[in-house]
C-alpha cells in the first residue's frame, strides 16, 4: 500500500471548517483514499473515501487533486466531538475482497470551543 | 444491523494465562480484521481473515498469537501464555464479501491487561 504524509497534529475553532491534508504521492491508479478517525480510545470509524472524483457525505468533504497525490477531508462545521486522530489510508479495492488497511499515525485534530 | 460485537470489552489476565478474544463481524460480512494498539501507539494489522481461511497473517507475531474464522461463530483471536508485553486494546473489522471499494467496520475493541 502506499504510504501517505499527514501533519501530525491541527487546531481548528469550533463551527468553523476543519480542513486535514494528505500526501499521497505514490499512489497507484488502483488504489482508493479512505479516511477514518479515532475518537479517544474508541474502535475506528469510517468517515469517506474516493477514487479521484470528489466525495461528499453526511460527515464530511473528500477533495482529491487531479494527479491524485494529495487530498483533503473537510469537516464543514467542526463540533467539540470531532476531536480526534483522523487517518489517511490508501488501500488496493480488489474484486477479490477488501485489501487490509494500514494505519499510519494520523493527524491529532482539536477542536477548540 | 448491529456492528461489529467484540467480547469481552475488558480482560484481565495473569502472565501465563490464555487469552481468548471474540468478534461477531457485522451480518452478511466474510471479511475480518484483528488489529492491535499499544498504548500511545498508532493501529498495526495483525492478521486478515475470511470464512475457513487465513488470507493475510503477516502482522501476525511469530508464537502464542493464532487466529480462526470458523464456518459457524464468531472470530477468536487467542493469545497463548500471555507477557505483560501484550496489554494492549485489541480491534475486529469486518467487510463484506465482493464489494472491491467495501469500508471497513469496527468494534469497539477488547482492553487486554496481563497482570
Known amino acids: 500500500d502506499a504510504k501517505t504524509t499527514q501533519p501530525p497534529s491541527m487546531d481548528c475553532a469550533e463551527g468553523r471548517a476543519a480542513n486535514l491534508p494528505c500526501n499521497h504521492s505514490t499512489i497507484s491508479g488502483n488504489e482508493y483514499v479512505y479516511w477514518y478517525r479515532q475518537i479517544h480510545s474508541q474502535g475506528p470509524q469510517y468517515i469517506i473515501h474516493g477514487l479521484k472524483n470528489n466525495e461528499t457525505n453526511e460527515m464530511a468533504s473528500l477533495i482529491i487533486t487531479e494527479d491524485r497525490k494529495s487530498s483533503t477531508l473537510i469537516l464543514p462545521h467542526a463540533t467539540l466531538r470531532d476531536t480526534a486522530v483522523y487517518y489517511c489510508i490508501v488501500r488496493v479495492a480488489s474484486i477479490q475482497g477488501a485489501q487490509k488497511l494500514v494505519f499510519g499515525q494520523g493527524t491529532r485534530l482539536t477542536i477548540n470551543p | 444491523n448491529a456492528g461489529v460485537m467484540q467480547n469481552p470489552r475488558h480482560l484481565v489476565r495473569r502472565r501465563g494465562q490464555e487469552a481468548r478474544l471474540r468478534c461477531s463481524p457485522m451480518?452478511?460480512?466474510?471479511?475480518v480484521y484483528w488489529y492491535r494498539q499499544l498504548p500511545e501507539e498508532g493501529l498495526k494489522f495483525m492478521v486478515y481473515?475470511?470464512?475457513?481461511?487465513?488470507?493475510?497473517e503477516s502482522g501476525m507475531p511469530k508464537e502464542r498469537f493464532s487466529a480462526e474464522f470458523p464456518k459457524e461463530g464468531p472470530s477468536i483471536l487467542r493469545i497463548q501464555q500471555v507477557v505483560r508485553g501484550d496489554s494492549a486494546a485489541y480491534f475486529c473489522?469486518?467487510?463484506?464479501?465482493?464489494?472491491?471499494?467495501?469500508?471497513?467496520?469496527f468494534g469497539q475493541g477488547t482492553r487486554l491487561t496481563v497482570v
Open positions: 451480518k452478511g460480512h466474510s471479511h
Open positions: 473489522a469486518s467487510s463484506p464479501l465482493g464489494h472491491k471499494e467495501a469500508e471497513a467496520f
Open positions: 481473515l475470511q470464512k475457513e481461511n487465513i488470507i493475510d
